[in-house]
C-alpha cells in the first residue's frame, strides 16, 4: 500500500486530470474537483501573468463555496503544473502566486527543483513531478518532490516511450510513495489497470479535451471524437521535446506527419513559440479511440465511475 499525503487520500475517484497546455482553465478544473478528480491547470495558461492571481483566486473561492455546501461530498482538491525549466522565465512569479493561494497540490514539469519544492512544502503542499523513465524519477525524489506522475508510452503532448508495466514496476522497486500513471487512460477499466499495476492514481488528459468546459476549439475536440491510436504521430520537431499529436492538425499545418523532421532539443522553449504550437499543432495521446462524444465533465466522470465499478465487479467474479 502506498504512503499517500493526507491531501490525496479519500478521492471518489483515483484520477488526476492532466494540466493540459492552453486547453486548461478555471472552468475545466473546477468541473472536475467538484466530479470527484483533481483538477489540473497549467500556471502559465493564464496570460498575461497577472491573470492567474483572478485565476486562483476563482479556484480558490469556489471550491471552497461548494465544500461549505456540501461537507458530506467535498470537491477533489485541485492542481497546478509548473514547467520548472529554465525558458519559463515565469516560474517565480507563478509561484509566489501559487504559496499566497496555498496551493493543495504542485504538477512540476521538464527539471526538479529544490527550491520549489520547499516553496511548497513551507504550508503543507504536495509535489508529484512527471518523469518520463526511472532515472529522471530518482532525480526527483532526491531532490524533495513527494510522488511521481509516470508518463509513459502512449500519453498526450510530452510523453516517454516506456511501456507502463516496464516504467511502474521498475519504480516500485523502490519508491512507496504516490504514483500517478499517464498514457492512453480513457475508460474506467483502464483506471483500475493502472492500480492493478502499482499505480495510486490515473493520469487523464486527452479525454478531458472533449469536454465542454475545455477551452479547446470545437475542430479540436471533433477531431479528438473521430481519432484513434492510428492518428497519433510522435515528434519533437513542434518544442524541441517529444510529444503525441493528432496527424490530422499537422497536415492543417502544411506539413506531412509521416515525414517529419527532427526538432532541436536546444529550442525548447514554453513562451509564445510554444503557445503557437500548440494551439496549431494539437497533442493527444493514444486513448482516444474510446472517446466517443464531447459531453460535460460531470458526464464523463460519471461515465468513468461507472466503468470502474463494472471492471471491480468483474474483476471480484
Same mark, same amino acid.
Given at each position: 500500500m502506498s504512503k499517500l499525503p493526507k491531501t490525496l487520500q479519500n478521492l471518489p475517484l483515483p484520477i488526476i486530470g492532466s494540466p493540459l497546455f492552453i486547453i486548461s482553465n478555471p472552468k475545466l478544473v473546477i468541473a472536475q474537483c467538484i466530479a470527484g478528480v483533481v483538477g489540473a491547470m497549467p500556471a502559465l495558461n493564464a496570460r498575461p501573468a497577472a491573470q492567474l492571481d483572478d485565476w486562483l483566486a476563482e479556484i480558490t473561492e469556489t471550491l471552497a463555496a461548494y465544500n461549505r455546501a456540501n461537507p458530506d461530498k467535498p470537491a477533489a482538491p485541485f492542481a497546478i503544473n509548473q514547467i520548472v525549466h529554465k525558458s519559463n522565465e515565469r516560474l517565480d512569479h507563478d509561484m509566489q502566486l501559487c504559496v499566497k493561494y496555498k496551493v493543495p497540490v504542485y504538477i512540476t514539469s521538464l527539471g526538479a527543483r529544490e527550491d520549489v519544492n520547499a516553496a511548497a512544502h513551507s504550508y503543507g503542499g504536495v509535489v508529484l513531478h512527471d518523469i518520463i523513465n526511472n532515472r529522471f524519477a530518482h532525480k526527483a525524489i532526491e531532490k524533495g518532490a513527494?510522488?511521481?506522475?509516470?508518463?509513459?508510452?502512449?500519453?498526450?503532448?510530452?510523453?516517454?516511450?516506456? !511501456?507502463?508495466?516496464?516504467?511502474? *514496476?521498475?519504480?516500485? *522497486?523502490?519508491?512507496?510513495?504516490?504514483?500517478?500513471?499517464?498514457?492512453?487512460?480513457?475508460?474506467?477499466?483502464?483506471?483500475?489497470?493502472? *492500480?492493478?499495476?502499482?499505480?495510486?492514481?490515473?493520469?487523464?488528459?486527452?479525454?478531458?479535451?472533449?469536454?465542454?468546459?475545455?477551452?479547446?476549439?470545437?475542430?479540436?475536440? *471533433?477531431?479528438?471524437?473521430?481519432?484513434?491510436?492510428?492518428?497519433?504521430?510522435? !515528434?519533437?520537431?513542434?518544442?524541441?521535446?517529444?510529444?503525441?499529436?493528432?496527424?490530422?492538425?499537422?497536415?492543417?499545418?502544411?506539413?506531412?506527419?509521416?515525414?517529419?523532421?527532427?526538432?532541436?532539443?536546444?529550442?525548447?522553449?514554453?513562451?509564445?513559440?510554444?503557445?503557437?504550437?500548440?494551439?496549431?499543432?494539437?497533442? !493527444?495521446?493514444?486513448?482516444?479511440?474510446?472517446?466517443?462524444?464531447?459531453? !460535460?465533465?460531470?458526464?464523463?466522470?460519471?461515465?468513468?465511475?461507472?466503468?470502474?465499478?463494472?471492471?471491480?465487479?468483474?474483476?471480484?467474479?
Open positions: 513527494d510522488g511521481l506522475v509516470a508518463v509513459a508510452a502512449g500519453a498526450g503532448g510530452h510523453a516517454g516511450i516506456k !511501456s507502463p508495466f516496464a516504467l511502474v *514496476q521498475e519504480i516500485r *522497486q523502490w519508491f512507496d510513495g504516490p504514483v500517478a500513471l499517464s498514457g492512453a487512460i480513457s475508460t474506467g477499466g483502464a483506471v483500475l489497470a493502472a *492500480q492493478a499495476m502499482g499505480a495510486d492514481f490515473a493520469y487523464i488528459g486527452s479525454a478531458f479535451i472533449a469536454t465542454e468546459e475545455a477551452r479547446a476549439a470545437d475542430a479540436y475536440k *471533433q477531431a479528438i471524437v473521430e481519432g484513434s491510436s492510428d492518428d497519433i504521430v510522435y !515528434s519533437n520537431l513542434f518544442t524541441g521535446v517529444h510529444g503525441n499529436y493528432l496527424a490530422p492538425s499537422i497536415r492543417a499545418a502544411g506539413l506531412d506527419p509521416d515525414n517529419l523532421p527532427a526538432g532541436d532539443p536546444g529550442t525548447m522553449n514554453f513562451g509564445g513559440d510554444a503557445k503557437k504550437a500548440w494551439k496549431d499543432i494539437w497533442g !493527444s495521446g493514444q486513448g482516444i479511440g474510446a472517446i466517443s462524444k464531447v459531453q !460535460s465533465t460531470a458526464d464523463y466522470v460519471a461515465q468513468l465511475k461507472r466503468e470502474y465499478q463494472q471492471a471491480r465487479q468483474r474483476i471480484c467474479l
